[in-house]
């Protein structure tokens, strides 16, 4: 199939706060992806989106969002969930051998060209967007 990277797009899937909904995240992105002839980017975008939406679903109580979007050559991978507090500050990766928790921004902070986050409101829920741009090449 071949590449259809210079158009602009955005895809958006509401998630449910239920654990199913990060393995329905990472093969969505996969499909996304694959579509538009971004595979090489399909390892590092799911390990993101997996940890992005991990952190919202098991850190609120409400549902969770993730969008993707492609323009100017940029992949943009983020999650809202219906907590309007900061995300936890990234640690040293290099630290979190074996640790089970508190790995999810150092992770995002590691494999992306910048990171961010922002208070959003969505469908009139408070809440926050974490995102992150993917190196392309």
Known sequence: MPERTSDSWEYSLSLPNDLRAVPISRRTLRLILTM???IHLVDTAELIASELVSNAVLH???PA???VSWSDGVLRI???DANPEPPDPPHDVANLTGAENGRGTALVRAC???WGWHPLSRFGRRGKYVWCDLPVA
Do not use: P
């Open 60 to 62: 609120t109580k409400g």
């Open 36 to 38: 538009y002839g971004l």
């Open 65 to 67: 969002a993730l969008r």
């Open 112 to 114: 992306a060209d910048v």
């Open 78 to 80: 983020g999650a809202w």
